[in-house]
């Protein structure tokens, strides 16, 4: 059974980073693409970054410049650098793997 557990959520100030982590087990990690979702309450899931096996990296226009996706396959991890918070940057953020996987959640509160 694949798990994915991300970590590294929490209560930041406007302007302020977290590093998010995620780690996959019981899979061949490196083959999969990998994404970073956001939920916030009472909206939709939606992509905030994605990155290919093949290292090629997309993101969303409201976190271009701020947010870096990034993966390191000896460790199955998949990282989210997020700089420059703002406070609509509130939500559950998730990892995916190949578009099949999901981890648990973590929480980001951004105060203002």
């Known amino acids: 059974q694949v798990q994915l557990v991300e970590s590294g959520g929490g209560l930041v100030q406007a302007g302020g980073s977290l590093r998010l982590s995620c780690e996959a087990s019981?899979?061949?990690?490196?083959?999969?693409?990998l994404g970073w979702y956001r939920q916030a309450p009472g909206k939709q899931r939606e992509l905030v970054a994605h990155i290919t096996s093949g290292g090629t990296i997309t993101y969303v226009d409201f976190v271009k410049g701020r947010f870096t996706i990034s993966r390191d396959n000896s460790k199955n991890t998949v990282y989210l650098q997020m700089n420059s918070l703002k406070p609509e940057d509130t939500a559950v953020y998730y990892c995916?793997?190949?578009?099949?996987?999901w981890g648990q959640g973590t929480q980001v509160t951004v105060s203002s």
């Open positions: 019981r899979i061949i990690f490196s083959a999969y693409a």
């Open positions: 995916n793997m190949g578009e099949k996987y």
